[in-house]
């Protein structure tokens, strides 16, 4: 077993080996920014008029994430910057990220299937090969007895922490990175 297959999973992966392939692409890919984020892979920061429409992503460590998904969205974020007119910048715009995300993958579902399934079946937990029952599956996707055991592993950390949605301070179950503190958080980010 590789060094990346022994890290901990990224919360998106985590949430579709607990969910399988019908988990909504929308919600992973948020959940792969936010983690991003939290991680210090990257930074949101308001532009000049502080609007919504005015945000924008800044690129941090590119060491400080290892996950496929998060860094393929590390990625997007540099593709986003160099597509700027302005060369000298640190920052992407939101547009200019979104545009970049488009042309890679084209949508949240393509995302899914080539950078999470990809690190799920890179470690060996899922397989993407078709069988003789997937007569009518568009995209094969399957748990391998590696994976079983992992979403296991995924399981009981939730049925220990039923609470853990409604906690303040984290989206995913406590310990779900492996932490060796007292996992009531993901590992802290470095600070600007």
């Known amino acids: 077993m590789s060094s990346a297959s022994t890290a901990p999973l990224s919360a998106p992966e985590a949430m579709v080996l607990i969910e399988g392939p019908r988990a909504d692409p929308h919600e992973i890919v948020f959940l792969a920014l936010l983690e991003l984020v939290v991680r210090g892979g990257a930074r949101l920061a308001g532009g000049p008029e502080d609007k919504l429409s005015d945000r924008r992503l800044m690129p941090r460590e590119h060491g400080r994430v290892g996950a496929r998904p998060l860094v393929a ?19 992407a715009p939101t547009r200019l990220v979104r545009e970049a995300f488009a042309v890679r993958w084209g949508t949240a ?8 399934w990809g690190g799920l079946e890179a470690r060996g937990f899922v397989s993407t090969r078709e069988r003789d029952l997937d007569v009518f599956a568009v995209y094969p996707w399957h748990r391998t007895a590696e994976g079983d055991l992992e979403c296991a592993r995924l399981h009981a950390i939730l049925e220990r922490s039923p609470d ?3 906690a303040p301070d984290g ?17 802290p980010s470095t600070s600007d």
Do not use: K, N, Y
């Open 164 to 166: 853990w949605q409604s």
């Open 73 to 91: 969205l590390v990625d997007v974020i540099d593709e986003g910057m160099a597509r700027s007119p302005q060369r000298s910048i640190a920052f």
């Open 109 to 116: 579902e393509a995302f899914v299937r080539m950078e999470v």
């Open 171 to 187: 989206i995913t179950p406590p310990d779900i990175w492996g932490d060796d503190g007292d996992g009531s958080s993901p590992p």
